[in-house]
């Protein structure tokens, strides 16, 4: 069964600092990965995907996420953190069957 | 292209009530969701509808909850009987079922429910 785990349910940076956020899969096939966020008593809206067309992909609002699978990872990345970017994040799988499976989720918080 | 409608946003109930969620994908997307959001959790499939069929319900705890989709476009949601443990986000969501087949899916902003 193919599922993602995030490390860190929460995490704290200054803003201005790099954003890391963790997330490894686990998967017998090629998979279909995803990272979304959800702002307060929102949906969760799409960061951005990898669907093995390259390795680094560029999402919204600054973030990117590298696909690396000797380490089986798809870690979210951001340079520079900003205020606007406090919220929960979540890396999900797909699978060939058109099902999305949903890690724990990280919160975010950005430190003045 | 409007985005995928729920209400209602926002229902208190007492133990034992009904309560039912209603959900419009956008238009065209086959593949409809409902998920659950606990608290501090991601969240968890309840079930997958393609067109109007059931592709996976195998986490829906079918002896008090209940889902259709009868003309392959919206879908309700119903819980009957509620249990405090039901007390949960439900999001709605649609996808594509696309050539390329790199879909992803599209949130409502969901439905809180509180059970009391």
Redo the contacts between chains.
Sequence with gaps: AQSVTQLGSHVSVSEGALVLLRCNYSSSVPPYLFWYVQYPNQGLQLLLKYTSAATLVKGINGFEAEFKKSETSFHLTKPSAHMSDAAEYFCAVRNTGNQFYFGTGTSLTVIP | EAG?AQSPRYKIIEKRQSVAFWCNPISGHA?L?W?QQIL??????LI?F?NNGV??DSQLPKDRFSAERLKGVDSTLKIQPAKLEDSAVY?C?S?R?GQ?N?????????S?LTVL
Excluded: I
Excluded at chain 2, 102 to 110: K, P, R, S, V, W
């Design positions: 995928v593949t969701y998920y501090g959790q991601g969240p968890k499939l997958q393609q592709v996976d999001l969501a996808s079922r390329t790199t879909g992803e899916l599209f949130f409502g902003e969901g809180r």
